[in-house]
């Protein structure tokens, strides 16, 4: 078995750059603060072309579902990564570098997201889904609505999510996040990859992942929605 597993990663390096996928990156979830109104996440890769890892960081301000000042950072390791790596360590890096940051926004890390759904079937996912919260019994009902334009390097797209909550005594309350006016370059789809309630709060967080046009193919990369129910 360890000499066919060997002998896989031998011909995966031996491969020709062409046929390399885009880069796809990993989602983290950093927490909230204690009432919930400030969400802090991550990703982090390789650049499928250079090898080099890479990381960003952001900070949100919940209910203005935007970014806090100074919540957007990233960084980009000036070298390779070293073979078996996945390119955390520049995650890492770029989380000590900014602690200060965090606290000043009050993010605890024990604070994650209680998750409400996660998508596990990468190829049926559709664009409508529907989720319980089993510690209340709200039913929760969420519909992507993407708008793509252009092609080739003209490219650009946009979306928004209509969140309808239906309470354990029937009642109903209608949410719109996103921002549609907002066309974002060489983005060619979104999925709703997983949903987040805040602790001891009804703070929401929507994970999207977008799939973006590259020379190396598709990259994968995330954003979240965020409202205050």
């Known amino acids: 078995m360890r000499l066919k597993i060997a002998f896989y990663v031998v011909i995966i390096a031996l491969m020709p750059a062409g046929v390399w996928a885009g880069d796809i990156a990993s989602y983290v979830d950093l927490g909230f603060s204690p009432d919930g109104r400030i969400y802090m996440f991550a990703q982090y890769g390789v650049q499928s072309k250079t090898l080099r890892p890479w990381a960003d ?15 957007r950072i990233s960084y980009t390791h000036d070298s390779p990564v070293i073979a078996g790596q996945d390119g955390a360590g520049a995650l890492f890096r770029l989380i000590s570098r900014n602690t200060a940051l ?17 998508a596990l079937d990468e190829h049926k996912r559709g664009e409508t889904i529907e989720f319980r919260d089993f510690e209340t019994g709200a039913l929760y009902r969420a519909t992507l609505f993407p708008t793509v334009e252009g092609s080739g390097a003209q490219l650009k ?3 928004y999510i209509n969140l309808e909550r239906t309470g354990l005594n029937g009642s109903k309350r209608t949410y719109t996040v996103g921002t549609p006016q907002l066309k974002r370059p060489l983005i060619s789809s979104y999925h709703i990859k997983k949903v987040m309630i805040a602790p001891h709060d009804g703070s929401v967080i929507i994970v999207i992942e977008m799939r973006k046009q590259s020379d190396n193919g598709v990259d994968i990369r995330y954003m979240v929605e965020a409202l205050r129910l």
């Not at 965090?102 to 605890?108: H, I, K, R, S």
Request: proline share 6%; no cysteine.
């Open 57 to 71: 960081l952001f900070i949100v301000d919940v209910p203005r579902n935007n970014f806090v000042p100074g919540g």
């Open 102 to 118: 965090a606290e000043q926004y009050g993010v605890t890390y024990l604070f994650q997201g209680q998750v409400l759904y996660i």
């Open 157 to 159: 797209s946009s979306f």
